[in-house]
C-alpha cells in the first residue's frame, strides 16, 4: 500500500470545515488494534521501519459524563495516568479539536502488550491508535483520509520511521517531501524470522539520540545508503543478504554507552551470523533470521551469550511474526 499524496502540516487544520468545538455524538464505541514497530533495522535510520506481531488495543466509547476516563492493563498500569494526562487521551481529545470537534465525555480502555521504553514503537502506537480512533467517532463527512492520518501521526511522533508501519504493516519505508511524510510498503519474504530480546532496562528515544553527532564522515553516510539500499531487497526478496546488509554506520555505535549489554549481544550475534540490530533506539536487540531453523538458533545464541552477561539484567525473548495489515479499526455502533 502507498500513500503518496502529500498532505501539508498546515492542511491538516483546513481538512475539515466544519464548525468549531461541535460535540461528538454520544453512544458510540470503537476499537483500535495497533502492531509494535521496529524502526531503523540497522542502516535504515529514522526511514525503515517493519511491523511486527505483538499488539496494543485501545477502546473508546464517547458518553454524556463531561469527563475522561482511562483504564490501563499490561504495561504501564502502575504509572500512567488515568484522565486526559494519558497520551491515548490527551492525542485523541487534540484530534478531535483539530477536526472542529469536542467530546462530551470518554471511556478509553487501553491494553498495553508492547513494552515501554524498549525501542518497540510504544509511543508511535499509542499515537496511531488515538488518531484512528478519533478519525472514527467524527461524521463521515469530516474524516481524515489516510494521507492526513500519515502526516498527523508523524507529526505528533516527530518522524514517520514507526508510524508508517505501525498504520500499514510489513515493511514500511517513509521520507519527507517540503513538510510532507509519505510512506510506501514493500512485501516481506515470508521465510523473514523477527526473534527479539528485551531487556529489563528501559531507555527513552530522547537519551538515545542526544548521543548521536551532528554530522558523519562521507564515506560512512555513502557505505551506509548502499546497506540500505540493500536490505529493502533483502528484507523483500533475498534474504541471504540480510547480515551484509543490516550493518549501520550512522548510529547503532555512537549510541552503544547507553545500552552496553545490549550492545554487547548485538555484536556478539552477528560475529556468529545473524543478523541482529538495535531495534529503534533501544535498547531491545531483534534479529532477523532466516526460516525456522535460524530462529531457533538465533533463541539458542541469545540465551547463551545473555548467560554469560553480568548479572542486573533480564531478558525476553519472543519469537515474533512481521505483521502484514497494520492498524486495525472496528466500529462497534453508532
Given at each position: 500500500?502507498d500513500?503518496?499524496t502529500?498532505?501539508s502540516?498546515?492542511?491538516?487544520?483546513?481538512?475539515?470545515a466544519?464548525?468549531?468545538s461541535?460535540?461528538?455524538?454520544?453512544?458510540?464505541?470503537?476499537?483500535?488494534?495497533?502492531p509494535?514497530?521496529?524502526?531503523?533495522?540497522?542502516?535504515?535510520?529514522?526511514?525503515?521501519?517493519?511491523?511486527?506481531?505483538?499488539y496494543?488495543?485501545?477502546?473508546?466509547?464517547?458518553?454524556n459524563s463531561g469527563?475522561?476516563?482511562?483504564?490501563?492493563?499490561?504495561?504501564g498500569a502502575?504509572?500512567?495516568?488515568?484522565?486526559?494526562?494519558?497520551?491515548v487521551?490527551?492525542?485523541?481529545?487534540?484530534?478531535?479539536?483539530?477536526?472542529?470537534?469536542s467530546?462530551?465525555?470518554?471511556?478509553i480502555?487501553t491494553?498495553?502488550?508492547?513494552p515501554?521504553g524498549r525501542?518497540?514503537?510504544?509511543?508511535?502506537?499509542?499515537?496511531?491508535?488515538?488518531?484512528?480512533?478519533?478519525?472514527?467517532?467524527?461524521p463521515?463527512?469530516?474524516?481524515?483520509?489516510?494521507?492526513?492520518?500519515?502526516?498527523?501521526?508523524?507529526t505528533?511522533?516527530?518522524?514517520?520511521?514507526n508510524?508508517?508501519?505501525?498504520?500499514l504493516?510489513?515493511?514500511?519505508?517513509s521520507?519527507?517531501?517540503?513538510?510532507?511524510?509519505?510512506?510506501?510498503?514493500v512485501?516481506?519474504?515470508?521465510?523473514?524470522?523477527?526473534?527479539?530480546?528485551?531487556?529489563?532496562?528501559?531507555?527513552?528515544?530522547?537519551?538515545?539520540?542526544?548521543?548521536?553527532?551532528?554530522?558523519?564522515?562521507?564515506?560512512s553516510?555513502?557505505?551506509?545508503?548502499?546497506?540500505?539500499?540493500?536490505?529493502?531487497?533483502a528484507l523483500?526478496?533475498?534474504?541471504q543478504?540480510?547480515l551484509?546488509?543490516t550493518?549501520?554506520?550512522?548510529?547503532q555505535?555512537?549510541?552503544?554507552q547507553?545500552?552496553?549489554?545490549?550492545?554487547?549481544?548485538?555484536?556478539?550475534?552477528?560475529?556468529?551470523?545473524?543478523a541482529s540490530?538495535?531495534?529503534?533506539?533501544?535498547?531491545?536487540?531483534?534479529t532477523?533470521a532466516?526460516?525456522e531453523?535460524?530462529?531457533?538458533?538465533?533463541?539458542?545464541?541469545?540465551?547463551?551469550?545473555?548467560?554469560?552477561?553480568?548479572?542486573?539484567?533480564?531478558?525476553?525473548?519472543l519469537?515474533?511474526?512481521v505483521?502484514?495489515?497494520?492498524?486495525k479499526?472496528k466500529v462497534?455502533?453508532?
Amino acid at each position: 500500500m502507498d500513500w503518496p499524496t502529500p498532505v501539508s502540516r498546515s492542511m491538516l487544520s483546513a481538512a475539515h470545515a466544519v464548525l468549531a468545538s461541535a460535540p461528538i455524538a454520544t453512544g458510540q464505541e470503537v476499537t483500535v488494534e495497533v502492531p509494535a514497530t521496529s524502526a531503523n533495522l540497522g542502516p535504515g535510520f529514522d526511514s525503515l521501519g517493519l511491523a511486527l506481531t505483538l499488539y496494543d488495543s485501545v477502546r473508546v466509547r464517547t458518553t454524556n459524563s463531561g469527563t475522561t476516563t482511562v483504564s490501563v492493563t499490561g504495561e504501564g498500569a502502575e504509572s500512567l495516568p488515568r484522565d486526559e494526562r494519558h497520551l491515548v487521551a490527551a492525542t485523541i481529545l487534540r484530534t478531535l479539536e483539530r477536526a472542529g470537534f469536542s467530546s462530551p465525555g470518554l471511556e478509553i480502555e487501553t491494553t498495553n502488550v508492547i513494552p515501554h521504553g524498549r525501542g518497540l514503537g510504544s509511543s508511535a502506537a499509542a499515537i496511531v491508535s488515538s488518531v484512528l480512533a478519533a478519525n472514527a467517532l467524527l461524521p463521515d463527512a469530516s474524516r481524515m483520509p489516510a494521507p492526513a492520518i500519515l502526516q498527523l501521526c508523524s507529526t505528533l511522533e516527530g518522524h514517520p520511521d514507526n508510524v508508517a508501519p505501525a498504520l500499514l504493516g510489513s515493511l514500511a519505508v517513509s521520507w519527507e517531501t517540503g513538510r510532507a511524510f509519505q510512506s510506501t510498503t514493500v512485501p516481506v519474504h515470508p521465510e523473514v524470522v523477527p526473534v527479539v530480546a528485551i531487556p529489563s532496562s528501559e531507555l527513552s528515544t530522547e537519551a538515545a539520540r542526544a548521543l548521536l553527532p551532528a554530522s558523519v564522515p562521507h564515506n560512512s553516510a555513502s557505505a551506509n545508503a548502499g546497506r540500505a539500499a540493500l536490505l529493502v531487497h533483502a528484507l523483500g526478496s533475498a534474504p541471504q543478504f540480510l547480515l551484509d546488509a543490516t550493518r549501520d554506520l550512522l548510529h547503532q555505535d555512537y549510541r552503544a554507552q547507553a545500552m552496553m549489554h545490549s550492545a554487547g549481544l548485538m555484536r556478539a550475534l552477528r560475529s556468529d551470523g545473524f543478523a541482529s540490530v538495535i531495534s529503534g533506539a533501544g535498547p531491545t536487540v531483534m534479529t532477523l533470521a532466516v526460516g525456522e531453523e535460524q530462529a531457533g538458533a538465533a533463541i539458542a545464541a541469545i540465551e547463551r551469550i545473555v548467560g554469560a552477561i553480568e548479572e542486573g539484567v533480564d531478558w525476553r525473548v519472543l519469537r515474533l511474526n512481521v505483521d502484514t495489515e497494520g492498524a486495525k479499526v472496528k466500529v462497534h455502533q453508532r
